[in-house]
């Protein structure tokens, strides 16, 4: 299997990601196209020793900055590193493509050159969440700030399937973010998409409130792009400064010194469950192709841990499963059709 990674994207350039995805050459039995400006990739692989005849690179003389509109992309910038990787995914070249870089420009590439599943109006971001009980994956996260009911809809099947085929989960619990349990709370969307869910042959147990994401009583959490991403930065805040103040409270004093060597095991597990470096990526559900994209900030970990997912994705055929729930459930007359390249 070949997987294409833009060499490019990324807080910290291409050496995170060149070691990552010489890790997953190494590790994984794949191979891996890195897309880039060909005579800088070269001759960092070759200051760094990697050398594996699966580590290949295909050039592409533009770069997409992290400040720029994702929409200049389609317009501007079709030799960059992140739209030649989407091509490679369109043109059967690789079987899936991966970017640390421009969010928004991995959603508009994914949407111009990969297009959204038939029936699927708008793709979702599905990230993964450590509870209580194991994971859970929350859609969308940053794909679409504004939200109908009917796309939430979609998200609820699709994240159906990414939590059955992905983490082995049968019969996922699927749950709508919403601020109360019951059917009448929430806004006006939510309220529909309830509705919406309880029709759909998935296992929907209503409403789960903001401090029942992490408590493991829900598989899939569903909610608008908008709440998404600003219960995971959150969250991500929320992590970090718990970390910081264990870290403060057992270094201040001679007893916490004193015990830091019986708590470091269990410490040092923790910190993998809710290292975002353990998942990888988050995938853009909806598109026809597998696309992951990884956090700005990855490491080689995380590069390397974001092939191994997309490698899964591939191997368990999801966008066919997803293609066939939304044909069979959404293929109706209130189907309105694709509405536009989301938000």
């Not at 004093?253 to 998942?279: H, K, M, N, T």
């Not at 026809?288 to 490698?311: D, T």
């Amino acid at each position: 299997m070949r997987i294409a990674v833009d060499a490019m994207g990324g807080d910290y350039g291409p050496p995170p990601i060149l070691e990552g995805a010489y890790q997953a050459v190494r590790e994984l039995d794949v191979e891996v196209v890195l897309v880039g400006e060909e005579g800088s990739l070269k001759e960092q692989l070759r200051r760094a020793n990697y050398t594996d005849p699966r580590l290949t690179i295909r050039h592409a003389p533009q770069v997409v900055e992290m400040h720029e509109s994702p929409a200049a992309v389609a317009r501007k910038k079709r030799d960059s590193s992140i739209w030649i990787a989407t091509e490679l995914v369109k043109s059967g070249e690789a079987s899936a493509v991966i970017s640390a870089g421009n969010t928004g420009a991995s959603m508009v590439a994914a949407f111009f050159v990969l297009e959204v599943i038939k029936g699927v109006e708008r793709p979702a971001i599905a990230t993964t969440l450590p509870t209580l009980t194991g994971t859970a994956v929350m859609l969308d996260v940053g794909a679409n700030v504004d939200c109908t009911s009917r796309h939430l809809e979609q998200f609820a099947l699709m994240g159906n399937e990414y939590a059955k085929h992905l983490y082995g989960k049968p019969n996922p619990r699927v749950g709508l973010l919403s601020i109360g349990e019951e059917d009448t709370k929430g806004n006006e969307v939510t309220k529909e998409a309830f509705k919406l869910l309880k029709a759909l042959p998935i296992n929907f147990i209503g409403n789960v409130e903001g401090r029942d994401v992490y408590s493991g009583s829900a598989d899939v959490i569903v909610c608008d792009g908008f709440i998404g991403n600003v219960a995971l930065k959150i969250s991500e805040g929320v992590a970090d400064t718990i970390k910081k103040l264990l870290m403060k409270e057992l270094a201040g004093s001679f007893l916490g010194r004193l015990a830091y060597p019986l708590v470091a095991g269990p410490l040092l597990r923790l910190r993998r469950r809710i290292d975002y470096a353990e998942f990888g990526g988050a995938p853009l559900l909806g598109v026809n192709g597998v696309c992951m994209i990884c956090h700005g900030r990855s490491s080689a970990k995380a590069i390397k841990n974001a092939i191994k997912r997309a490698k899964a994705m591939v191997e368990s055929r999801l966008n066919e499963l997803i293609r066939r729930d939304i044909e069979e459930s959404l293929a109706s007359p209130r189907q309105s059709g694709q509405e536009g390249v989301p938000a």
